[in-house]
């Protein structure tokens, strides 16, 4: 501001120099027309009298223009001289505001360090008093938080689990029902009998000597022929043909049967007998498989794939012939595809070839999901029949829908009362296994396998193990079941909590 005005008034300074230096300019001009020679004519000198009269009153004219705008430029001056004073002391008040107010700020900011300092000093006091009072420290306090909400957050977590899992099994099981329900009454079947023997009626007790023959050489001849066991024992009235293989079993019953009714048994006689019974068996065997296609309504199939599917006629699974089985299976799933707008073609033509292999898999190696799916394709089959067949016991991912219908139908044929025998050991060794696998958990007191090894009931002590700990528990219970125990169908798993309190009136 100060510079501002210096420059102002040197300014309005050198504005009069040159106002003075004008009128200095403009005086000699007045008085140098003022002598005149006395010899001039009058005329000529009244001519110049009146031109330097003229002269003088324009110069005095020009002068007074001169301080009227000198005059004016110093009032101009003044004025702007005034505005800068004002100016500046405005300036100045501001200038002055704004140091008030920075120290105010910066004492302000230092009273705020001050506060923050003090009240961390009495954080720090009452921390370390709370934990003088409550005998922990910090990261004690902090691991017990932690663990409180861990343990609030596992048991909200099971409480939503239990919640999201009542809802879904109550839509899912009232749909699963109604559809099951609606398929299986529809399907007509029966009970199985485990068996891995035949019996061979006799006449009298007599044909028995005649079938061991000289030293042993008929029953002999029958059992390298036939590959089956030959039981002659005391039972009265009866042979005992034991083995495995089904085919192999009704070719030497078919062949003792002959013998004994054509009376001749010999050596050479029982080989001409076998090979009579083995000619009718592959011509049983295919019309049987035909009459499967055709039960169960799948067209023609190949007529390879119609002798191994006569064959399963003599297989069993878990007492479940196996034939009869597939039969059933191929029903179900066509009613389930249809009702799920599947294709029911594909999944009843799969579910009817799913356990084909069996009926080679003691020739070719390898599972026999794998093994069917493999013939099916080699016997021309579709693709969709061939993956559902493979993936009915998960060796393969499903793809496809009638895949998974195929493995609902499988289960459901096997699991439903009276389906499929067991045999003792390994009915009780199954039962064994379920209870050791839940007994192994923490908290349970007692496992109870019930229900022919169907459901598991777990009794856990309630000090130890809370409601939602038992859901959580029931979980892990049937994950490990399902990884370690080998079962047709599914196994309920029930976790049982109860809290008592007792006392006494006296």
Do not use: W
Not at 258 to 272: F, N, S
């Amino acid at each position: 501001m100060e510079i501002l005005l210096a420059g102002l008034v040197a300014a309005a300074v050198a504005t009069a120099v040159v106002l003075v230096a004008l009128r200095a300019r403009g005086a000699p001009a007045v008085a140098a027309p003022s002598p005149a020679p006395s010899d001039a004519p009058a005329s000529p000198a009244s001519d110049g009298s009146a031109r330097t009269s003229g002269t003088t009153a324009r110069s005095r004219l020009g002068r007074e223009d001169a301080d009227a705008d000198l005059r004016a430029r110093r009032g101009e001056l003044a004025r702007l001289e005034e505005r800068l004073r004002a100016k500046e002391a405005s300036a100045d008040s501001r200038l002055a505001e704004l140091e008030a107010r920075e120290r105010s700020i910066e004492n302000k900011a230092r009273s705020l360090q001050v506060t923050k300092e003090r009240i961390e000093d009495d954080r720090q006091s009452q921390l370390r008093e709370l934990e003088r009072v409550a005998g922990l420290s910090a990261g004690q306090a902090k691991q017990i938080l932690m663990s409180e909400l861990e343990d609030e957050l596992r048991h909200e977590s099971a409480r939503l689990i239990r919640q999201v899992e009542e809802e879904t099994r109550h839509d899912a099981d009232r749909r699963a029902r109604s559809i099951l329900a609606a398929c299986m009454q529809r399907v007509a079947a029966g009970h199985a009998v485990e068996s891995t023997v035949s019996t061979v009626e006799l006449k009298s007790d007599e044909l028995k000597g005649r079938i061991i023959g000289r030293e042993g050489r008929n029953i002999r001849a029958l059992e390298t022929l036939t590959g089956i066991d030959i039981i002659v024992d005391d039972t009265p009235g009866a042979v005992l043909l034991s083995g495995f293989d089904g085919v192999r079993r009704e070719i030497a019953r078919i062949t003792l049967e002959k013998l004994l009714q054509d009376g001749r048994i010999h050596p050479a006689r029982i080989e001409e007998a076998y090979y009579q019974a083995r000619s009718e068996i592959d011509q049983r065997v295919a019309e049987v498989g035909e009459r499967a296609a055709f039960e169960a309504n799948v067209g023609t199939l190949h007529p390879e794939l119609s002798k191994l599917l006569g064959r399963l006629h003599y297989r069993t699974s878990y007492g479940q012939n196996v034939l009869h089985h597939s039969i059933e299976c191929s029903r179900l799933a066509s009613l389930l595809a249809a009702e799920l707008g599947a294709s029911p073609k594909t999944a009843a033509r799969a579910a009817l070839l799913h356990d084909l292999g069996k009926a080679v898999s003691h020739e070719v190696e390898g599972p026999h999901a794998l093994v069917g799916g493999q013939l099916a394709r080699r016997y021309k089959e579709s693709e969709a029949v061939a993956h559902a067949m493979e993936a009915h016991h998960d060796e393969v991912e499903m793809k496809t829908v009638e895949a998974m219908i195929v493995q609902v139908a499988d289960a459901a044929s096997g699991a439903r009362p009276g389906a499929r025998g067991e045999s003792l050991e390994h009915y009780v060794t199954r039962l064994r296994d379920l209870e050791e696998i839940a007994g192994r958990h923490k908290g349970v007191e007692k496992v109870y396998a019930m229900h022919a090894g169907r459901e598991i009931r777990v009794i856990v002590r309630p000090e130890d193990v809370d409601d939602d700990t038992a859901t959580l528990l029931s979980h892990d219970i049937a994950r490990a079941v399902e990884k370690e125990v080998e079962y047709p169908g599914q196994i309920k798993v029930t976790v049982i909590r109860e809290s008592r309190a007792t006392d006494y009136a006296r």
